[in-house]
């Protein structure tokens, strides 16, 4: 979730969940799953900036647990999900977000529309930096 790119927001309600879990007044929900949609471009095919008060994706699809995550370096989880040939087939995908284990979506990103046909698996990566 680089801070460089105005395409990926880390949403307001999982910094909150961030700085109460720093003081140690909760527990800090962890990343379960990915989330698609098809709400990430306006009309025209462009790409849409989330705001952090976004709380859910604009056109949600479908959730799925993430396949896994590494640390390809100090401050960075890679997170990977993917999609099978039958999953959203004829969809495309403009939209993927985040969410913990509460159901909460803690980061959105937004790209240009990508076609998913029923033939082919698609894997979606999202860093997640610090």
Do not use: H, W
């Amino acid at each position: 979730m680089a801070g460089t790119n105005k395409n990926v927001v880390i949403t307001k309600n999982a910094r909150m969940k961030l700085v109460k879990a720093r003081a140690g007044a909760i527990t800090l929900p962890r990343v379960v799953g990915m989330a698609f949609g098809n709400g990430g471009v306006d009309a025209d095919g462009a790409v849409i900036e989330p705001p952090d008060t976004q709380t859910a994706l604009a056109g949600e699809l479908l959730r799925k647990p993430v396949d896994g995550y590494s640390f390809p370096e100090d401050c960075i989880c890679r997170y990977e999900c993917t999609l099978l040939e039958n999953e959203l087939a004829g969809e495309e995908i403009s939209e993927i977000g985040l969410y913990d284990e509460d159901g909460d979506i803690v980061c959105i990103k937004n790209f240009t529309r990508k076609g998913k046909d029923d033939d082919v698996e698609q894997t979606y990566v999202l860093d997640d930096i610090f």
